[in-house]
């Protein structure tokens, strides 16, 4: 399925300002894009589990070229259960205690659009079960109550800049956040369901 972004004249406005979490909160349910920024930069995010708005973020990912791994971003690391399927006990302690930013890529995700991946693996059962899953805890005190407010995670497609693309731009229905005076690249790394541990990016 081929998704292509078409923007009605009327939001034209909504794009160069910063919107009420009210405002971003109606627009991600409406299955929409919106810019968000934290402390590793500019990402546009979406409903994880719309499937149109995901399909959206792929295709964005693509005319891009962006390298970086959409990931889902959530407040706490209770939320960690709820899009990973499968992970060791130590995963648990590696987010909760990362005091600098950090993605960590799961074998198994679960709760998303199933248009996240393209290939889905075989469970044991007999079941479709998903493929890889990125997912990172937001630092940021204002992404944190965003999402608490969405009461679900956020799938994010991190630029890791302080501007958007402008593909990007012409996508993004209203922006949220404040760049802070420094950002920084998260480290990325791969956790296996045994535990093994191997950095992308340390």
């Not at 500019?42 to 962006?66: M, W, Y």
């Not at 890791?160 to 760049?179: C, D, H, N, V, Y």
């Amino acid at each position: 399925m081929n998704y292509k972004w078409h923007r009605p004249p009327w939001t034209n406005y909504l794009c160069t300002m910063t919107s009420s979490p009210r405002d971003i909160l109606h627009l991600l349910r409406q299955g929409q894009l919106i810019a968000l920024t934290d402390e590793t930069g500019c990402s546009v995010a979406c409903d994880p589990q719309n499937d149109a708005a995901v399909g959206l973020l792929i295709a964005l990912k693509a005319q891009t070229e962006n390298p970086q791994p959409i990931t889902v971003l959530i407040d706490e690391v209770n939320q960690l259960g709820i899009y990973v399927a499968k992970m060791p006990e130590v995963a648990f302690e590696i987010v909760e205690y990362s005091t600098i930013p950090l993605t960590v890529i799961y074998e198994y995700g679960k709760n998303v659009s199933p248009v996240l991946w393209t290939v889905m693996n075989e469970s044991v059962h007999g079941e479709p079960v998903s493929g890889e899953i990125a997912v990172r805890k937001s630092l940021n005190a204002e992404v944190q109550h965003l999402i608490r407010g969405f009461t679900k995670g956020l799938l994010t497609l991190p630029f890791e800049s302080k501007t958007l693309p402008k593909a990007a731009e012409a996508a993004i229905q209203a922006r949220f956040g404040e760049l802070p005076n420094l950002t920084k690249l998260p480290r990325i790394m791969r956790l296996g369901i045994n535990g093994d541990v191997g950095f992308i990016r340390r």
